[in-house]
């Protein structure tokens, strides 16, 4: 059996290798330090899910979300984002994405998502 695969897109380094270690041991882990480079990962590869960021330098995760979705529409994407802005929210969640989480975020409750989003 092969391992799932999670994207992991986030301009902060800090914050991909925080994800990095919570899912290393289940999941192989993909990272993309900015939209362009997800984009490009997808291109050769296709995840299970994807944890996305909103907030980031020339692509932000509002045009990423919309690549994705015209790309693999049922591929899941969780937005994580330290940004509490409700119109950003509301537009994520509008584009197809399967769950919205507010940095810092309960480790425990973002494995739950994710497994949801695999149909775990």
């Not at 192989?28 to 995840?47: F, M, S, Y």
């Not at 969640?93 to 739950?112: C, H, N, T, W």
């Amino acid at each position: 059996m092969c391992r799932r695969k999670i994207l992991v897109v986030d301009d902060e380094a800090g914050t991909r290798a925080s994800l990095r270690m919570i899912f290393k041991d289940a999941y192989e882990v993909l990272e993309a330090g900015d939209g362009a480079e997800a984009l490009k990962i997808l291109q050769n590869t296709r995840p299970d899910v994807i944890l996305l960021d909103l907030i980031m330098s020339h692509i932000n995760g509002i045009e990423v979300l919309k690549e994705v979705k015209r790309i693999a529409k049922q591929l899941p994407v969780i937005v994580i984002t330290a940004i509490r802005n409700t119109e950003m929210m509301e537009a994520a969640m509008e584009l197809g994405a399967f769950s919205y989480l507010i940095k810092p975020f309960d480790v425990r409750e973002l494995e739950q998502i994710v497994q949801r989003a695999l149909g775990c």
